[in-house]
């Protein structure tokens, strides 16, 4: 009788930590992005926030994504759990938050010093 209960034992163990990890990555990226500012290189980014998620369709050079709410607790990140940080062409932010979720987003093009032609 005690085997059956063994494996959702485990199966529950296992996910009680996992989506505690979730919350812990959640709440650190939250509060990171309030360090984020417009004109930050990449590198100062991934400085703050450390490293974007990786591996998925939505993800590219350009945007990187950060784990910032749970729609669902199936274990997966999706674009829609996430804040996107998008990069011009000198690889400064240039914005975050839903109006760069798309992928699409339209800005003034900066010199490499930083400033507005």
């Known amino acids: 009788m005690k085997k059956y209960w063994l494996m959702p034992g485990i199966a529950l163990m296992l996910s009680l930590v996992l989506s505690s990890?979730?919350?812990?990555?959640?709440?650190?990226?939250?509060?990171n992005l309030a360090k984020i500012r417009k004109g930050m290189t990449k590198k100062q980014v991934?400085?703050?926030?450390?490293?974007?998620v990786k591996g998925e369709a939505?993800?590219?050079?350009?945007?990187?994504?950060?784990?910032?709410?749970?729609s669902w607790m199936d274990g997966m990140v999706m674009r829609d759990e996430c804040t996107p940080i998008a990069f011009d062409e000198?690889?400064?932010v240039i914005g975050w938050g839903p109006d760069f979720n798309t992928g699409?987003?339209?800005?003034?093009?900066?010199?490499?010093?930083?400033k507005n032609p």
Request: with cysteine; glycine share 4%; aromatic share 22%.
């Open 21 to 31: 990890c979730f919350y812990a990555e959640i709440s650190r990226n939250q509060k």
């Open 46 to 52: 991934l400085q703050i926030m450390g490293e974007p």
């Open 58 to 70: 939505y993800c590219t050079d350009r945007v990187f994504f950060y784990y910032t709410r749970q």
């Open 90 to 92: 000198f690889d400064r």
């Open 104 to 114: 699409i987003y339209h800005h003034f093009p900066v010199t490499p010093s930083g």
